[in-house]
């Protein structure tokens, strides 16, 4: 699909939920989460203290997610070119988010991300052939 025509067929409204989907779902983190920042981010450094992580490393990452997630959401609605780096940006993400899940046994959580893994490895899949 060109960027900014409307989809014409089915697979093209596909691809278009799909982005949409995860622009939304990514978007949706972010901005939920960055109006109680600090208290996420300390969240985090409760929910880690068990791992091996040091406490600076999960605050840090916990501090950085929301507007990480904001800005994923927001390079998957603009689409073309920045489809590209949004998908890339969020498999990476997941796979950051994996491995904390996997450090603290959360498998369930595992679960969720790889879906995600799933979508993005769709989006970029399909964005290949259309850009």
């Known amino acids: 699909m060109a960027r900014g025509s409307f989809p014409r067929n089915n697979n093209q409204f596909a691809f ?3 982005q949409l989907g995860l622009g939304v ?3 949706m983190h972010g901005l939920v989460r960055i109006p109680k920042l600090t208290k996420f981010a300390d969240k985090m450094v409760g929910d880690f203290s068990a791992t091996i992580l040091p406490d600076f490393l999960v605050r840090g990452f916990g501090l ?3 507007f990480v997630e904001l800005i994923i959401g927001i390079l998957l609605f603009l689409g073309g070119r920045f ?3 949004g998908g890339l940006a969020g498999g990476l993400t997941m796979a950051s988010l994996i491995f904390g899940s996997a450090l603290r ?6 679960s969720i991300q790889l879906i995600h893994v799933l979508a993005f490895y769709f989006l970029l899949r399909e964005a290949e052939n259309r850009l």
Not at 105 to 110: H, R, S
């Open 83 to 85: 489809l590209i780096w």
């Open 64 to 66: 950085t997610l929301p």
């Open 16 to 18: 278009l939920i799909l």
């Open 105 to 110: 046994e959360e498998w369930g959580a595992v």
């Open 25 to 27: 779902d990514l978007a």
